[in-house]
């Protein structure tokens, strides 16, 4: 409507794997124009386009400025979210979480619009650089390496949230990642039944999904089809072979390079929010995970990471259960989903259960949830028996032990991951226990409750 239309300069469109979303590019540019918009401006963003999608009079050129910015925003956007979703679960106060999430976000978002060119934060060496220099691609991804602009700005996001918010680790939670088709598994809304508000509101933490990790495994996609292309399409000649052989080893040293360069200012930028979010998960791995069930050379969607994760987040101990969400009809999923039987049939103590956005709407959908999440709960309640009576202690002990020590009721602190242990409530009294111990406090004794032995 043109009440809406006033209040926007252009409209975007994307397109996504093999849906193609941007084919509807002519179908927008049509329905403005027999609205009387004729020659509104639409641009055309694709995942693999990179950095030549500028169009003409498109009013927004993407260079390396625009590239470098764009994927600082993604992947702080990523961890604060991250974050949230960890804590929100164990949250003394309902709303504290989302209060203080916001309140980051603001600032964040104050500090990005001041930033201009931080020109003032390079290297002491940026300063010496002649100004032609500095202009070069290379020296822009250079003084990204070294600027501590970012990190300053989401270490100071980690103090809003440190003030704002307070927790109870002692609560057990059972966790699920969420996968499926990049859109649905992203969403936050109607687009898949509310799905993670439903899960969280049903006593679950979940394990949400990172634009950065689709940006990473585009790149070892990419690494993969130069890796197959060698001794391919070479000149002819022992010249000609050497030139191939050369160039092609060049191209992996180049897609080599944007990955480390991907996954180091993402760690760095992990650092800065306190380190609780997950590290990037490597590519290889879940590749040579998820290929004896779906072949990672198909493109396609998530290709073989849906298959990946599931087995990836239920062997290493990460997930209660694993959720796949995808919109009806999306073909990559369902043949994920295909494939999805035969990982479950080898892997007998794994909860999966895949999720479609169909027109039944969203109570079968959350009725479904509800099954499998009823399922993950009794292996977490469990879990956290067991882990308690291995800590040594009562829980009202191990609660009164972190009553008296501040530094325990953190938001953002590090749990150590014990082996076998799922659960971050399962976790965190065994980590208490080793401290209660650490400072002389009596053990339970095993055969019998009521009496406590020396450690």
Known sequence: TEEILKNY??????????????????????????????????????QTGGLGQSAEDAGLD???????????????????????YQLRPYESEPGQVNAAFELAMDHLCTSLEKAGDRVGTAPGWWH??????????????????????????????????????????????????????????????DGNFH??????????????ETIT?????????????????????????????????????????????????????????????????????CQLELQRMGHPYYNSKSAGGEGHLEVAKNIYYSNKSLAHMVMSLKPFGCMPSAQSDGAQAAVTSHFQDMIYIPIETSGEGDVNAHSRAQMALGEAKLKCKQEFQQCTRR??????????????HPELQRPIQHVPHYEGVVGKAANFVLYVGELMAKDGALKLDAENSDKRVAV
């Open 128 to 189: 010496w650089l002649p100004q032609s220099l500095r202009k070069t691609d290379g020296a822009k991804i250079l003084q990204q390496r070294w600027e501590p602009f970012y990190v300053e700005i989401l270490s100071e996001a980690r103090e809003i949230l440190e003030e704002n918010v307070e927790v109870d680790f002692t609560r057990p939670k059972p966790i699920c990642k969420v996968t499926g088709e990049f859109w649905a598994q992203t969403t936050e809304g």
């Open 391 to 404: 800590s040594g202690y009562r829980l009202d002990d191990i609660r009164a032990y972190v009553s008296a």
């Open 213 to 281: 990790t689709w940006v990473n495994y585009l790149i070892n996609q990419a690494r993969s089809k130069i890796a197959d292309s060698k001794g391919l399409n070479y000149p002819a000649g022992v010249f000609g072979t050497l030139r191939g052989a050369v160039s092609h080893r060049i191209n992996l040293f180049k897609i080599s390079m944007a990955r480390k360069f991907l996954l180091r200012e993402y760690d760095r930028l992990r650092a800065a929010l306190g380190g609780t979010a997950h590290a990037q998960v």
């Open 62 to 84: 993407l260079n390396v400025d625009f590239a470098l910015r764009l994927l600082n925003a993604i992947m702080m956007g990523d961890l604060l979210n991250e974050v949230a």
């Open 9 to 46: 300069t252009y409209i975007t469109a994307g397109s996504c794997g093999p849906c193609r979303f941007g084919m509807y590019e002519a179908e927008y540019r049509l329905a403005l124009r027999n609205s009387g918009f004729d020659g509104f401006r639409v641009m055309l963003f694709q």
């Open 195 to 208: 799905m993670f508000e439903f899960l969280e509101s049903q006593g679950s933490e979940v394990i949400v």
